[in-house]
C-alpha cells in the first residue's frame, strides 16, 4: 500500500507552485509585458518616418518638439529593455551551470544577490525563484522517502525506538583546515579552494566559533589575521562508504582522521609555490591525502603521559586547553588593576596550573608551536600529533593515532572491567566535558548520560554541579528514561515528525554510563541493542554480563572483542588528575569546584589607586618606534607583530622572513637579561642532544647578527653578547618596545611625582600597540604575551580612573576605557566603568547601548554580564525611540 504524502510536503509543494505563479508571471510581465507597452503607446524601437541614417541626422539638426521627444524616450526605453534581456540570460546561464550546487544550497541564490547591483540582482532573483519553484513542484523531498521507509505511524516510534539497529552510522559533516596568510580573504580563499567565492559566508559560518591562538573570534567577515585557522566546506565530496556495524572500525589500516590544517605559506620544506595547485590535488584524491595525514602524525605522539597511571591524548589536551582559556578570562574579570603590581616581575599566568595541566597545556602549545617550524632549517624536538576536530572525544590510542569515542557505540553495548576501567571512564567523562569547552557557545557534540551515584563515585568533587555536556540523573532508572527519550527523539526527527530540540543539536552521541546493570538490565540490553547512531551504551564492573566485554589493564592495554581496540592502549586519569582538570573545567564557567553558582566578586575587592591626571605636555620622545631609542641603531618592535627599525625606519630584509632567525631575535628581545643556551634550547624546542642544540644556536647567532650587520652596515659590531653561557642583545646599540613598555611601567609605580606618574603611565599606554609577537604561535609567547597584556590595560585603566577623578572633562577617560575595549573586548570591569561614566554624564542611551555590547560579546563565548553591571542601569531611563542598536556604538 503507497505511503500516503504528509501534509507539510503537501505544503511544501503548494508554496512551490505559489512561487512559480509569482515569479513567472513577473518575468513574463518584463519580458513580453513591457515590448507590448512600448510597441502599442510609442511604437517600434525605431521611427516609421526615418529611412535612412542621413535623414536621421537631417532630423536631429531641426528644432526639438514634442513628437520627437517622444520618440527619442522610446528609444530609450528599447534599449534598456534590450539590456535587461541581455542581463536575464547572462543570469539564466549562470545558474543554468551552477544548477546542482543551487538545489542543495537554497542559500546559494540569496548570496548570489546581495553581491550584483540592483537590476542584475532582480534579473536573478526572477529566474533563480523560478527554477527553484519548479525543482520544488516537481522532485520527491528526501524527508518522504526516509519517512516511508522507515513506518507511517508515530505511535511505531515509540515502540520500537529502543530496538532499532542501524546499519551504518550517520557520518559528521567534514571540513578542510585552512591557515590564513597575509593578503588573504575569505572571497579569495572560498574561490580558490572551493572554486565559488560566493561560498564565503560557509567558511564563516564554520570558522566563526573557533577561538584563535591569540584569543579572539573571527566576528567580522572582512577582518581576518595571519595564523588563524579557518574551516572549508567539503564540496561536492563523495559520501563514505557504508561501515559494518560490528566490529567498527578495521584494525588495519587504523581509523581516518580529520585532516590537519596545512602548513603555514612559507614554512614548507619544499617551498609554497605549487601550495595550492597540490591542496586541490589531495581533494580530488582522497587516498593521497590520507597517506600524506598519516605521514605526518607519525611526526608525533597522539598520547600526553600526566605522570603516574595518567595520560591523555592530544584531542582532549586541546578541549583542556580551551578551558585554561575560559578560566583565564573569568580570573581577568574579577581582577583588580593596582598601581603596586605595576612594578612586579610579569607573571606568566593569573592561574596557578597543577604540573598535570601545565604538561597538558605545553603539549597543546607546542603542538600550534610546530604548524610554523621548518624541520630542515633546524631540528626541533618532536612534538605532538595534531588535535582531531573541535568537538571530537578520544578515548584510545592505536597505531599513533587516536581512537574515537564512537568506536564504543556497538550493538550490544560495551562492558569495562579490569583494574584500569575506573581510570578510562575518568577520563571519558573528562573528555566529554572538555570536547565542549572547544564548540562554546555552540552546543555539544558528545553528550554524558550518568547516575549521580556513578558520577560522584568517578569524581567525588562532582557532586553538586553538572557541566554542560552532562546530564546527571539522580537514579539509574531516570538515566535509561533519558537515553530512551534520545532514541525516540532521533527516529522522529528521521522521518520529519518533528523533534527541534534534536534539530539544533545535530546528530549528537549521547554516552549512557552506569555502574553494572542496575534494577533492570533488560531494559539496559535494550537500550544497548538500539541505534548506535545516537547512543552508546557503556557499564562498569563485573556484574554486567551481556555485551562487548573489554578487559583494561592498569597500564590502560585494552583487551576484548572489538576490532578498534586491538593492541590499543587507554587514555587514563587517576583520581588527583582528574579533580584538577574538573577544577580548571568548573572555573572555565566562572564557578568553585562542585558549587553551581558564580562567583561574581572577590571578597576584599578595594578601588584602584589613584593618582592626579597628567598636566597637557609634548609627547614623550619615547612614545613612538622611531624616538623610542634616539641613541640606539636599531629598535626591534614585538608589540603587535615584529619589526625591525633603523634610525626609525622599518628594515625588511631576506634573513628576517625565515621563521627561526626571527623567533631567536624575538626571544632574546623580549628577554633584555639574556638567557643561557639551555633555556633558550627548551623555550624553542631545540634538539634534546645538548651539542646538537649548542649547534643549532650557533648558527641561529651567527644569522641574527648577518640580519643586523645588513641592517646597518656595520660588519665589526657583534650585536649578540655571549657573555659565558648567556645569549643577549646588545643593549648599546639595539633597544626594544618591550623594554620601554616595562621600564615605563616601574616608573609608574616608583614615581613619587603624580605628574610624572601620571605621564609614565601614558607612555606605557602608548607603546602597547598590540599582543607580543602578534601572529605567530611561538611556544614561549603565550604567557609572556598574556602578562604583558594584563599590563597594558591596568595602565589603561589605571590612567582612565586618574583622569575621570581629577579632571572636569570626562572625555579623555571614557576615550581610555574605549582604548581598553577595544584591548580587551570582553572584560567587564572596562564596561562597567564605561557605564558608570556615562550615567553620571546623563548619557543614559549610551549607557544602554554599552550595555547591550557587552551582552553580545560575552554571548559570543558563553558568559553574562554579572548582577553588579545589570544593577548599575536598573534605576535609569530605559533608551529612547530611534536610539541605536545595541552594539553600534559605545563612545560618548
Not at 524601437?45 to 536621421?56: C, I, K, R, Y
Not at 573541535?390 to 572491567?417: C, N, R
Not at 597500564?555 to 587507554?570: C, R, V
Not at 616595562?742 to 602597547?768: F, K, V
Request: glycine residues 6%; negative net charge; aromatic residues 4%.
Amino acid at each position: 500500500m503507497p505511503t500516503p504524502i504528509p501534509p507539510s510536503h503537501v505544503a511544501h509543494r503548494l508554496v512551490a507552485a505559489v512561487r512559480f505563479l509569482v515569479s513567472g508571471s513577473a518575468l513574463t510581465a518584463a519580458v513580453a509585458g513591457i515590448p507590448y507597452i512600448l510597441s502599442v503607446t510609442v511604437g517600434g524601437p525605431w521611427p516609421a518616418q526615418v529611412s535612412s541614417l542621413a535623414d536621421l541626422l537631417r532630423r536631429l539638426a531641426q528644432p526639438v518638439s514634442d513628437p520627437f521627444i517622444l520618440q527619442v524616450l522610446a528609444l530609450v526605453g528599447w534599449i534598456c529593455w534590450t539590456y535587461f534581456i541581455a542581463v536575464l540570460l547572462r543570469e539564466t546561464l549562470w545558474l543554468l551551470g551552477r544548477m546542482p550546487s543551487l538545489v542543495a544550497d537554497g542559500a546559494l541564490l540569496r548570496r548570489r544577490t546581495a553581491t550584483l547591483p540592483a537590476h542584475r540582482a532582480a534579473a536573478a532573483l526572477l529566474v533563480g525563484t523560478l527554477l527553484l519553484a519548479l525543482i520544488g513542484m516537481w522532485r520527491l523531498p528526501a524527508a518522504h522517502a526516509a519517512a516511508a521507509a522507515a513506518g507511517p505511524t508515530s505511535s511505531a516510534v515509540a515502540a520500537a525506538a529502543p530496538q532499532h539497529v542501524p546499519p551504518t552510522r550517520a557520518a559528521k559533516a567534514e571540513y578542510t583546515a585552512y591557515t590564513v596568510r597575509s593578503g588573504d580573504t575569505l572571497w579569495d580563499i572560498a574561490e580558490e579552494h572551493l572554486g565559488d567565492p560566493l561560498l564565503w559566508p560557509k567558511i564563516y559560518q564554520l570558522s566563526c566559533t573557533i577561538r584563535q591562538s591569540d584569543g579572539r573570534l573571527l566576528s567580522d567577515p572582512d577582518l581576518i589575521m595571519p595564523g588563524w585557522q579557518l574551516r572549508l566546506p567539503q564540496i561536492d565530496a563523495p559520501a563514505p562508504a557504508p561501515v559494518p556495524a560490528s566490529p567498527r572500525p578495521p584494525a588495519d589500516p587504523p581509523p581516518p582522521t580529520p585532516p590537519l590544517a596545512p602548513e603555514p605559506a612559507g614554512q614548507q620544506p619544499h617551498g609554497h609555490d605549487g601550495r595550492h595547485d597540490e591542496r586541490r590535488d589531495e581533494q580530488r584524491q582522497p587516498g593521497r591525502q590520507e597517506r600524506r595525514h598519516s605521514q605526518v602524525q607519525e611526526r608525533g605522539p597522539a598520547a600526553i603521559s600526566l605522570g603516574v597511571a595518567s595520560a591523555i591524548g592530544v584531542t582532549t589536551a586541546a578541549g583542556i586547553a580551551a578551558a585554561i582559556g575560559f578560566a583565564r578570562w573569568h580570573a581577568a574579570r574579577r581582577r583588580v588593576p593596582r598601581l603596586e603590581t605595576l612594578a612586579t616581575p610579569l607573571a606568566d599566568d593569573d592561574l596557578l596550573l597543577s604540573d598535570a595541566l601545565e604538561r597538558s597545556n605545553q603539549a597543546h602549545l607546542a603542538t600550534l608551536a610546530a604548524r610554523h617550524h621548518n624541520p630542515e632549517a633546524v631540528p626541533r624536538r618532536t612534538a605532538p600529533a595534531e588535535p582531531q576536530q573541535p568537538g571530537t572525544v578520544t578515548v584510545a590510542e592505536h597505531s599513533g593515532v587516536e581512537v574515537g569515542v564512537d568506536s564504543l557505540a556497538v550493538p550490544g553495548g560495551v562492558h569495562l572491567t579490569g583494574p584500569g576501567a575506573d581510570a578510562a571512564v575518568r577520563h571519558l567523562v573528562i573528555a566529554i566535558a572538555s570536547a565542549a569547552e572547544r564548540l562554546r557557545p555552540a552546543p555539544s557534540w558528545v553528550q554524558l548520560i550518568t547516575p549521580r551515584a556513578t558520577l560522584c563515585r568517578l569524581l567525588p568533587t562532582a557532586a553538586h554541579a553538572a557541566l554542560a555536556a552532562w546530564t546527571v540523573t539522580d537514579t539509574a532508572t531516570e538515566a535509561f528514561e533519558r537515553a530512551e527519550h534520545v532514541l525516540i527523539e532521533a527516529t522522529r526527527h528521521e522521518q520529519g515528525l518533528g523533534a527541534p530540540a534534536l534539530a539544533r543539536s545535530g546528530s549528537a552521541l549521547h554516552v549512557l554510563l552506569v555502574d553494572g546493570a542496575g534494577d533492570d538490565p533488560a531494559r539496559l540490553h535494550a537500550l544497548a541493542a538500539g541505534d548506535t547512531r545516537h547512543l552508546a551504551v557503556i557499564a562498569l564492573g563485573p556484574d554486567s554480563a551481556r555485551g562487548n566485554r573489554l578487559a583494561i589493564a592498569a597500564d590502560g592495554t585494552a583487551n576484548g572483542p572489538l576490532t578498534a581496540f586491538d593492541n590499543a592502549t587507554m587514555f587514563l586519569l587517576a583520581p588527583d588528575v582528574a579533580t584538577e582538570f574538573l577544577d580548571t573545567l568548573y572555573a572555565a564557567h566562572g564557578r568553585r569546584t562542585g558549587s553551581a553558582d558564580s562567583d561574581d566578586e572577590p571578597e576584599g575587592e578595594r578601588a584602584p589607586e589613584q593618582v592626579p591626571a597628567p598636566v597637557p605636555q609634548q609627547p614623550s620622545p619615547a612614545s613612538g618606534p622611531a624616538a623610542a631609542a634616539p641613541t640606539h641603531e636599531l629598535y626591534i618592535r614585538l608589540l603587535g607583530g615584529f619589526k625591525l627599525f633603523v634610525h626609525g625606519k622599518e628594515c625588511a630584509l631576506a634573513d628576517t622572513r625565515k621563521e627561526e632567525t626571527r623567533e631567536f631575535i624575538a626571544l632574546l628581545a623580549a628577554h633584555r637579561d639574556g638567557l643561557r643556551g639551555e633555556e633558550i634550547a627548551e623555550k624553542m624546542q631545540l634538539s634534546d642532544d645538548p651539542v646538537s642544540a649548542r649547534a643549532e644556536i650557533e648558527n641561529l647567532r651567527r644569522s641574527a647578527r648577518r640580519v643586523f650587520r645588513g641592517a646597518t652596515g656595520k660588519k665589526e659590531v657583534a650585536f649578540v653578547l655571549l657573555s659565558g653561557q648567556v645569549h643577549k642583545l646588545d643593549p648599546q646599540y639595539i633597544t626594544t618596545d618591550t623594554a620601554a613598555f616595562t621600564d615605563a611601567l616601574r616608573q609608574a609605580a616608583a614615581a613619587d611625582s603624580t605628574y610624572a606618574r601620571a605621564d609614565a603611565l601614558g607612555r606605557a599606554t602608548d607603546i602597547y600597540t598590540g599582543p607580543l609577537c602578534d601572529g605567530s604561535d611561538y611556544l614561549w609567547a603565550h604567557g609572556h604575551r598574556a602578562a604583558l597584556h594584563r599590563s597594558a590595560l591596568d595602565a589603561l585603566m589605571l590612567l582612565a580612573e586618574h583622569v575621570a577623578q581629577h579632571s572636569a572633562d570626562a572625555e579623555p577617560a571614557l576615550a581610555l576605557l574605549n582604548q581598553a575595549a577595544d584591548l580587551d573586548p570582553e572584560n567587564e570591569r572596562v564596561y562597567r566603568r564605561i557605564i558608570q561614566l556615562q550615567l553620571a554624564l546623563g548619557r543614559d542611551d549610551a549607557a544602554h547601548r554599552t550595555l547591550g555590547l557587552l551582552t553580545e560579546r560575552l554571548a559570543a563565548i558563553d558568559a553574562e554580564p554579572e548582577a553588579a553591571t545589570l544593577a548599575l542601569l536598573r534605576e535609569s531611563a530605559p533608551p529612547r525611540r530611534g536610539a541605536l542598536a545595541p552594539g553600534a556604538s559605545v563612545r560618548r
